[in-house]
């Protein structure tokens, strides 16, 4: 089982709609939990930290339930700026972050 | 505000050879680290140094080290090249090793043939 999962995807979403990705971890001794954004051919962008009371960002809501190893993001009205692969990232040993395989995110007019 | 940038931008090998992959990290940061990552898949964590000292190592073969210098830059050495290490080699630089807000470089994609 790998040490965070998410759904690949694709999702094909029209401008305008909610998406929701999730992804789960496997060490509960993981500390800390973001959400990163790259887009084709380009480098990771740190999206937003994950918390447990969950965290708001205009259009982005993400959320953690560390009892079920579990963290999910939410996107509001999608725009066809929000089209990237969505990474989860997990942290541990302070120093190490594990991320996922990412999931693709294409929004059409 | 330079960021993190990173040489070259792409580099061609053959099985067998050495390679080194440099990198700036972002002006004020201090710490830096290695992520290989592979098509399709996220960054895998290889090297984190600060103080010029290895503060993290992820599961990678000893052909891989990596050095920091003085002015917090840093070296990626990889030995004995093998088809498997083609990928893309990010460096994310980050003010002390337990900041978690890391700013990715461009990375440098490496192709071994």
């Known amino acids: 089982r790998k040490e965070v999962e998410q759904d690949p995807g694709p999702f094909n979403v029209p401008e305008g709609a909610t998406v929701a990705f999730n992804c789960t971890y496997s060490?509960?001794?993981?500390?800390?939990f973001f959400w990163y954004r790259q887009d084709c051919r380009k480098e990771p962008k740190l999206l937003m930290s994950?918390?447990?009371s969950g965290n708001e960002d205009g259009r982005f809501t993400a959320q953690l339930n560390r009892a079920s190893q579990y963290i999910s993001l939410l996107i509001r009205d999608s725009k066809l700026s929000d089209s990237a692969t969505y990474l989860c990232?997990?942290?541990?040993?302070?120093?190490?972050?594990?991320f996922g395989a990412g999931t693709r995110l294409t929004v059409k007019p | 505000d330079a960021g993190v940038t990173q040489s070259p931008t792409h580099l061609i090998k053959t099985r067998g050879q050495q390679v080194t992959l440099r990198c700036s990290p972002k002006s004020g940061h201090d710490t830096v680290s290695w992520y290989q990552q592979v098509l399709g898949q996220g960054p895998q964590f290889i090297f984190q140094?600060?103080?010029?000292?290895?503060?993290g190592r992820g599961n990678f073969p000893d052909r891989f080290s990596a050095r920091q210098f003085p002015n917090y830059s840093s070296e990626l050495n990889v030995n004995a090249l093998l088809l498997g290490d083609s990928a893309l080699y990010l460096c994310?630089?980050?003010?002390?090793?337990?900041?978690?807000?890391?700013?990715f470089g461009p990375g440098t994609r490496l192709t071994v043939t």
């Open positions: 990232v997990v942290t541990y040993n302070n120093n190490d972050m594990r």
């Open positions: 994950v918390y447990s």
């Open positions: 060490n509960s001794a993981s500390q800390s």
């Open positions: 994310a630089s980050s003010l002390g090793p337990v900041s978690y807000e890391q700013y």
């Open positions: 140094y600060y103080e010029k000292e290895e503060r």
